[in-house]
Nanobody
Framework: QVQLVESGGGTVQFGGSLTLSCAASGIDFSTYVMRWFRRAPGKERELVAA????????HYAEPAKGRFTVSRDNDKNTVFLQMSNLKFEDTAVYFC?????????WGRGTQVTVSS
């Protein structure tokens, strides 16, 4: 059974930092592209960041550039999203996604709330 379990969400002050983790099980983790998405209230789900299977490349959506860093530990089957200089518009549910051709798995999400 495939499981992706996000953790590390919570409430953080404007300008603060937070690191999300996503622990995967039931998949050959090192063969998957790992992605972070988010869904803000009243908005569509959007890609935040992605990292290739062996960390050669990372991609960031424009809002995340310069503030977020995606990384992974294939020995621990875990992907991370370090977020800094958080803004109110970063408030969202953040989802972990594991993707490779023919397979696509999602976590249940973790809430991040940026407060004043």
């Amino acid at each position: 059974q495939v499981q992706l379990v996000e953790s590390g969400g919570g409430t953080v002050q404007f300008g603060g930092s937070l690191t999300l983790s996503c622990a995967a099980s039931g998949i050959d983790f090192s063969t998957y592209v790992m992605r972070w998405f988010r869904r803000a209230p009243g908005k569509e789900r959007e890609l935040v960041a992605a990292i290739t299977a062996t960390s050669e490349f990372a991609h960031y959506a424009e809002p995340a550039k310069g503030r977020f860093t995606v990384s992974r530990d294939n020995d621990k089957n875990t992907v991370f999203l370090q977020m800094s200089n958080l803004k109110f518009e970063d408030t969202a549910v953040y989802f972990c996604n594991a993707w490779r051709f023919g397979a696509d798995f999602w976590g249940r999400g973790t809430q991040v709330t940026v407060s004043s």
